[in-house]
């Protein structure tokens, strides 16, 4: 079976630009959620989705949004880039459901680099 | 301060060593907890989930201390191939969204 697949795997911008980041989780699984690891750091929480709906957002700006779509893929956008959002970004997909053992899978992530 | 802390290492140890790191959390309603491995470049894996009661899959112990807030890991006979960073994560069960701390870095010698 296929894992999660994230696209796309290396990415090079300047700053204004704006990014697209997408995300296939694992057959089966209905949330995904969405991580940013910047080089030396453990990874940061940034938005999980489930069904569609946002079920959780972290700690970053309004440039930072996400959608899922009826497929459960997902997609990560960043507005307006920084050189700070240079990093990898992580998608993790789970199967959603309620409790404190739904274990998260990652995928390879996109590295993005702001020049 | 940091809601998961960990030493960052590196760990240099010979193969065979027994090492163990340690994670501290601060939220005290910390619902879960995990351990997970991260080589160069690649993506974190699961490497096991910490139970309350502690928990071991083969060479790996993993430990749970509620009351001092803080999990272990060892890792018995160690393989060049345990080389890696180990992420301490906690799930606040805030709709299962995790919080890693930076991770230890392991280096095993032959």
């Known amino acids: 079976d296929a894992g999660v697949t994230q696209s796309p795997t290396h990415l090079i911008k300047t700053r204004g630009q704006h990014v697209t980041l997408r995300c296939s989780p694992i057959?089966?699984?209905?949330?995904v959620s969405w991580y940013q690891q910047v080089l030396g750091q453990g990874p940061q929480f940034i938005f999980q989705y489930y069904e569609k709906e946002e079920r959780g957002r972290g700690n970053f700006p309004d440039r930072f949004s996400a959608r899922q779509f009826p497929n459960y893929s997902s997609e990560l956008n960043v507005n307006a880039l920084l050189l700070g959002d240079s990093a990898l970004y992580l998608c993790?997909?789970?199967?959603?459901?309620?409790?404190?053992?739904?274990?998260?899978?990652f995928g390879p992530g996109t590295r993005l680099t702001v020049l | 301060r940091k809601e998961v802390e960990q030493d960052p290492g590196p760990f240099n140890v010979p193969e065979g060593a027994t090492v163990a790191f340690n994670c501290t959390y601060s939220?005290?309603?910390?619902?879960?907890f995990f351990w997970y491995r991260q080589d160069c470049r690649k993506e974190p894996k699961l490497l096991m989930s910490v139970y309350s009661s502690g928990n071991e899959d083969g060479r790996f112990t993993a430990q749970l201390n509620r009351a001092s807030q803080y999990i272990s890991l060892l890792i018995r006979d160690s393989k060049l191939s345990d080389s890696a960073t180990y992420l301490c994560?906690?799930?606040?069960?805030?709709?299962?969204?995790?919080?890693f701390g930076g991770g230890t870095r392991l280096m095993v010698k032959p």
């Open positions: 057959s089966g699984h209905k949330s």
């Open positions: 993790a997909s789970s199967l959603g459901v309620s409790g404190r053992w739904d274990t998260q899978y």
């Open positions: 994560v906690v799930n606040n069960n805030a709709g299962n969204m995790l919080t």
């Open positions: 939220n005290s309603a910390s619902q879960s």
